[in-house]
Every structure is written in structure tokens, then in C-alpha cells.
């Protein structure tokens, strides 16, 4: 049984960081791509990040590129989200994905999820 938990999340003010982490079991965590994602109340979830197993390239939204950084422990089955600078608009559900073969940004197509954690941004 595959499960992925993420953790790190919290309320911040504007301008700090915060890591969340998403511990995954029940796979091969170092065949799988991951992603992270984030939905804010009243909006679609959408893309932030994600890292493909092979060669470990990394893909951005362009809203947080240059102040979000994915990261992965294959030894820890863990993946991260380093997020620096954080804004109001940062607030949201963060959710981590876990696919075999997809890397991008369409949430549908990833196979496993996380429950999320809740990053609240205050200005």
C-alpha cells in the first residue's frame, strides 16, 4: 500500500521560509517522479514543482520559480519543498504526488497523493 505523508507545514509571515517534507512508503521511491501541488480555498489545485527520477531535473511554476526549491532523498524515501520568500498568495494545501512514468505539471495524471498540509502566509 502506497502512502505519502507530507509534514512542514504551518503559519509564517510574509518573507520567511518554510520546508515541507512528504515521506512516501509502499513504492520504489527512487523510480518515481514526484510532484508538489497546492490548492488555496476556492481555487483549482495547481502545479508548484516537480523532479523526475531519471537524472533528477526539476520543473517550476513560473510563480515560485527562484524562491521554491524541490529536493529528494532516495536513502530517506523523502522528497522536499524548500520555499523561501513566501507571500500571501503562498497560502494554500500543499500536496505531494508520486508517478512512475508522468513528471509534469497535470495533476490528474499522477498516480499517488498525499493528504496535505496546510502553509498559511500572513502579510
Known amino acids: 500500500q502506497v502512502q505519502l505523508v507530507e509534514s512542514g507545514g504551518g503559519l509564517v509571515q510574509a518573507g520567511d521560509s518554510l520546508r515541507l517534507s512528504c515521506a512516501a512508503s509502499?513504492?520504489?521511491?527512487?523510480?518515481?517522479?514526484l510532484g508538489w501541488f497546492r490548492q488555496a480555498p476556492g481555487k483549482e489545485r495547481e502545479f508548484v514543482a516537480s523532479i523526475r527520477w531519471i537524472g533528477g531535473s526539476t520543473y517550476y511554476a513560473n510563480s515560485v520559480k527562484g524562491r521554491f526549491t524541490i529536493s529528494r532523498d532516495n536513502a530517506k524515501n523523502t522528497v522536499y519543498l524548500q520555499m523561501n520568500s513566501l507571500k500571501p498568495e503562498d497560502t494554500a494545501v500543499y500536496y505531494c504526488?508520486?508517478?512512475?512514468?508522468?513528471?509534469?505539471?497535470?495533476?490528474?495524471?499522477?498516480?499517488?497523493w498525499g493528504q496535505g498540509t496546510q502553509v498559511t502566509v500572513s502579510s
Open positions: 509502499g513504492l520504489t521511491f527512487s523510480n518515481y517522479n
Open positions: 504526488a508520486a508517478d512512475w512514468h508522468y513528471s509534469g505539471s497535470v495533476d490528474n495524471d499522477y498516480k499517488y
